[in-house]
């Protein structure tokens, strides 16, 4: 069975320090992977996609980056964060034929202070 | 504007009654629906998959896609406690790029009430 795990659960940081979440999956190899980014109560915004190990686009521009550095690894970055980046950023997977559904996991909580 | 649309914005319905939300899409490009459902501090999980007119049952829980109005609705029947979170209605097309890019409405709160 296929697991996916994000790290860290929360996160309280400050404003203009650096931020890194990441997240693993287990038991499926190559899949599609992406960030999403809700707000408290809100709906999900899709971030970064990935289709395979070292290829990440982006898909809006909130000054967050991705990587890809292995099959199995999602990472979300950035250098400064800023107060709008407070949310809950959830990671997920799918098959690469798929029509839709994906398989996210717990999230991480970020508070930006 | 959001391309994908949910009412109402919250709902309580008692302990075995029925639900019923809504969601409209304005692009006509989307084939795939789908509704997920998200308990508190929890990632969204998909509930089911609705492709072709008509109506999908599973179980408790119905879907009904109205693709001349673009038209997604789900029913629970028997409402449960544990049915109470946050339900998504999304929406995709074909996929560009290796990107199957959801769309997702903004929710409707599921309250029910024992």
């Known amino acids: 069975a296929q697991t996916i795990h994000q790290w860290p659960v929360a996160e309280i940081k400050a404003v203009g320090s650096p931020l890194s979440l990441g997240c693993t999956i287990k038991?499926?190899?190559?899949?599609?992977l992406y960030w999403y980014w809700q707000a408290t109560g809100g709906t999900l915004q899709q971030l970064f996609y990935?289709?395979?190990?070292?290829?990440v686009e982006s898909v809006v521009q909130l000054n967050l980056s991705a990587s890809r550095p292995k099959d199995d690894q999602f990472i979300l970055s950035t250098e400064k964060l800023l107060l709008s980046h407070s949310g809950f950023y959830l990671c997920?997977?799918?098959?690469?034929?798929?029509?839709?559904?994906?398989?996210f996991g717990e999230g991480s909580k970020l508070t930006v202070l | 504007q959001q391309k994908v649309q949910q009412s109402p914005e919250s709902l309580s319905v008692p302990e075995g009654g029925m639900a019923s939300l809504n969601c409209t899409s304005s692009?006509?490009?989307?084939?795939y629906f789908w509704w997920y459902r998200q308990h508190s501090g929890e990632g969204p999980k998909a509930l089911m998959?609705?492709?072709?007119?008509g109506d999908k049952k599973e179980g408790r829980f119905t879907a009904h896609l109205n693709k001349a109005s673009l038209h997604v609705s789900l029913h629970i029947r028997d409402s449960q406690p544990s049915d109470s979170a946050l339900y998504f209605c999304?929406?995709?097309?074909?996929?560009?790029?290796?990107?199957?890019?959801?769309?997702f409405g903004q929710g409707t709160v599921l309250s029910v009430i024992p």
């Open positions: 038991g499926k190899s190559s899949p599609n």
């Open positions: 997920a997977w799918s098959y690469v034929a798929n029509t839709g559904q994906l398989y």
């Open positions: 990935s289709i395979t190990v070292g290829q």
């Open positions: 998959s609705i492709f072709s007119d």
């Open positions: 999304a929406a995709s097309g074909m996929a560009t790029g290796g990107n199957n890019k959801l769309t």
């Open positions: 692009d006509r490009n989307f084939q």
